[in-house]
Structure formats: structure tokens, C-alpha cells
């Protein structure tokens, strides 16, 4: 028992060692000024994908079909970045106020997890609930820990997707919506159509990598702001932590039966990022980091979407783009234009003959002495959630704990009973591999 107590303590110090550096780095880099070209990352060294070629992809404006950098006349300098494609863009007004390669198709990773809630959001009622199977449970890849024949409430699976970006999660939702994960795959690829994210090709709802799946810098404004538009999604994407409910089923044990916390992956929301919102992140070895990033200040909502950003610079990177946005917007001539929904009906051929589980048709779910969103759509029936967004205080509280010796004592503490609990995290898919 000395020799294991011995081994864990030693365990909680390399802990510490190797990872509050790190945390104090990460807390200590200054993203909120706009950086000047070239502060940002070695981007010569960067790995060259190789995008599919947009077919002749004009949507937007002729600008978007630029292959470079895209900015306005006498703009100033955009900044210096890593990522092969990326868009920011004034999410009030869809103006592009600066690109790169913004039609290139690159996979997408997690962000298809924005398109399949904006899929599935308006189909499903937050209040009813959806039985886990084992095809969820045993997901490839990031889970929130699905446990086979559960019933989970709608409202704890936007989380589980959002926040921890669980591939369980996704999967039980399109099946939710869809009736089988093939006809929920099929609604998000109408719904990409319906939003002109026409770079879209759609073959699972988690953003795996799979052959023939790719979207665009573009395409993942487009759900960005569409999701910003609706009050729920707004809610989900800019929340900081959920407590999700642990395994009850037969087979729980009096560890696993217990609720548990699931937490953010968006480094802009936990360290502070002046109006930070969220939105999503991603990774998978072939995509590299992706994300959906929006902040908002003096009520101007700024997004940027990111797309194969190696060398883990994605938060600083896009913190850079947000910051450039509010820097320049009204002031620049935009260089092209998000465009709007076909239609505003989210229903679709593949919903005929298949009612979804519960039913969430409004525009979004708000509180009940609601008036709508900012986007004149009316407010809903169902589910009264708190739809402000996580406010900055909160942001800011999260980053100091992170940032500060409060983590060193905490990872000593709780170190040894994560390597003891280790193997039940992994059991419940919640250990991220």
C-alpha cells in the first residue's frame, strides 16, 4: 500500500510538473489586442493539405473564389496564421470582412456537430427524452459516456454534444431526429443545402473522418451564424459546464451511477476571451484543429471559422481573427456576404413518412414571457432554459482558477483518484483517447 501511495504521489508531482507551466502559459497569452502580421505562428513550416476544388463555388460574392488572402483595399494587415482556410465575418450583417481560401473544402471535423443541431434543434423537443442503444455507446472517438438502453433527455444530449463534443451524443441525436442515423445524415445535407452551404458533403453526424466528407471556411460561417441566431443553440455553445447524469442503469455501480461534470473544449470561453460566445471546436488526425469562434461587444456579434490549423494555435488564431473583426467592421469595404437561408422552412423530403421524437418547431426555445430573437423570430413553446449567453464574469472566474497555483493543489489531490477512477472512465467512454 506505501509502495502504491509512493507511486501515486509521484504521479500527482510530474502532474504538476509537466502540466501547470502550461496552464500558466496558456492563461498568461495576451489574445485580446489585435496582433500585428507575423505574431502568430511559424507559418512556413506548415504542412500543406490538399483540398477537394470547389466546383466554380461563387456563392457570396466573386471575392470568394480567391484561393489566397482575401481583404479590402487599404484594410489593415490581416493577421499572420496557420490555418489553410479561414473566414471572419460580421454575423449581424453576414458582411465577410476578411478570408482565405474561403470555398476550399477541407474536412471538417467536430464543427458538422454545429450543422447536425441546427438539423435537428427545430425537430426535437429539449423536455423529451431518447433511449441510448449500443451503437451510440460504442462510438469511435470522443463520448460523453452513453450508456446502452438509458433514456437521456434531449436537453443533456445538446450538451454532451456541444460541450464535450461526443460522438455518442451526435449519434443518438440524428437517430432522435431522423428515425435511423441514415435519414438524420440525409436532413443535415438538406439542411446544408437550405443554408447555400453548398461546399457541404454530409456521411456521418459527428465530423469522423470519413471518405468523401468536406465542408468549406465559408459553409462553417454560415452554421455559425445560424446557430447564433437561434436562442437554444446560442445557449448550448456558450455554456461553460452541464452536470450529465451518470450510468442508472442495471448495471451501475455506486461510482458510476453518479452524475458527473461535462465541461467546455472552446479555450476562448475558459480563458476569458473579452465576449467570448463559443460556438465549436474540432480535431481528428486528418482535419487538424477547426473551430467556429464568435464573441460579441457593444453589441456587435464578430464569427471566424478556422479550418486545418495544425501546432495547437487554433485558440490564438482565432482569437486573432475575432479581434481583427471588431477592429475593422463598418469601417472596411466587406469582400463579400453570408448569405441567407433559401427558405425558412427547416423541413425536408427526408422528413416525409417520419415524425421526429417530440416535436420543436419554433424558431428556437426561449423562456415564456419571451418576445423572440434579435432576428425578429418569435419565441416558442417548450422548454424555459436561461438563454443568456455564459456571462464574461464567469468566463473570467474560470480562467484565474486555471491559470492560477489553485490548479497545482488540485491536481495533487485529485490526481491519485483519477488513476484509480481511470478505468471506469474509459468503461463509459467518457476518458478522451
Known amino acids: 500500500m506505501r509502495t502504491v501511495r509512493r507511486r501515486r504521489l509521484g504521479l500527482s508531482a510530474a502532474v504538476v510538473g509537466l502540466v501547470l507551466p502550461a496552464l500558466l502559459a496558456s492563461t498568461a497569452v495576451a489574445v485580446d489586442p489585435v496582433p500585428s502580421a507575423g505574431t502568430i505562428g511559424a507559418a512556413e513550416s506548415t504542412p500543406t493539405p490538399t483540398p477537394q476544388p470547389p466546383a466554380s463555388n461563387n456563392i457570396g460574392g466573386p471575392r470568394m473564389t480567391e484561393r489566397g488572402i482575401v481583404a479590402a483595399p487599404g484594410a489593415p494587415a490581416v493577421p499572420a496564421t496557420t490555418a489553410a482556410a479561414w473566414v471572419v465575418a460580421d454575423a449581424d450583417t453576414g458582411e465577410v470582412l476578411a478570408a482565405k481560401n474561403p470555398h476550399g473544402r477541407y474536412r471538417p ?105 468536406f465542408s468549406s471556411a465559408y459553409d462553417l460561417a454560415l452554421w455559425g451564424r445560424a ?111 453570408l448569405v441567407d437561408p433559401i427558405s425558412t422552412s427547416v423541413v425536408s423530403p427526408e422528413d416525409d413518412g417520419f415524425t421526429s421524437v417530440g416535436s420543436n418547431q419554433g424558431p428556437a426555445v426561449v423562456g415564456s414571457g419571451d418576445k423572440g430573437d434579435k432576428a425578429g423570430n418569435a419565441g416558442s413553446a417548450g422548454t424555459s432554459i436561461n438563454s443568456s449567453p455564459v456571462s464574461r464574469e464567469d468566463s473570467l472566474r474560470w480562467s484565474a482558477v486555471a491559470g492560477s497555483a489553485l490548479v497545482a493543489v488540485l491536481l495533487m489531490l485529485g490526481a491519485a483518484r483519477f488513476f484509480s477512477n481511470r478505468r471506469r472512465y474509459r468503461r463509459y467512454g467518457a476518458y478522451r483517447y
Open 109 to 213: 471535423a467536430s464543427t458538422l456537430k454545429t450543422l447536425l443541431a441546427l438539423t435537428m434543434a427545430p425537430r426535437l423537443d429539449p423536455n423529451s427524452t431518447v433511449k441510448a442503444d449500443r451503437t451510440d455507446a460504442n462510438q469511435e472517438g470522443t463520448r460523453v459516456g452513453l450508456v446502452a438502453t438509458q433514456e437521456y433527455k434531449v436537453d443533456d444530449l445538446w450538451y454532451g454534444l456541444l460541450l464535450r463534443s461526443g460522438n455518442d451524443a451526435a449519434n443518438a441525436l440524428a437517430r432522435a431526429g431522423g428515425g435511423t442515423v441514415e435519414r438524420g445524415v440525409a436532413m443535415m445535407q438538406a439542411e446544408a443545402r437550405r443554408l447555400q452551404a453548398m461546399d457541404t458533403t454530409v456521411v456521418n453526424p459527428s465530423g469522423l473522418d470519413a471518405d468523401g466528407q
Open 227 to 337: 446557430a447564433l441566431q437561434r436562442r437554444d443553440l446560442r445557449h448550448y455553445v456558450s455554456s461553460v459546464r452541464h452536470v450529465f447524469p451518470g450510468n442508472r442503469t442495471a448495471s451501475a455501480t455506486p461510482k458510476t451511477k453518479k452524475d458527473f461534470w461535462v465541461y467546455t473544449e472552446n479555450r476562448l470561453l475558459l480563458q476569458g476571451f473579452k465576449g467570448a460566445i463559443g460556438v465549436k471546436t474540432g480535431y481528428t488526425t486528418l482535419a487538424q484543429n477547426t473551430i467556429i469562434a464568435a464573441a460579441e461587444r457593444d453589441g456587435k456579434t464578430i464569427v471566424a471559422s478556422l479550418m486545418y490549423t495544425p501546432y495547437g494555435q487554433i485558440t490564438k488564431e482565432a482569437g486573432a481573427l475575432l479581434n481583427y473583426g471588431f477592429n475593422v467592421a463598418g469601417k472596411i469595404q466587406p469582400v463579400g456576404q
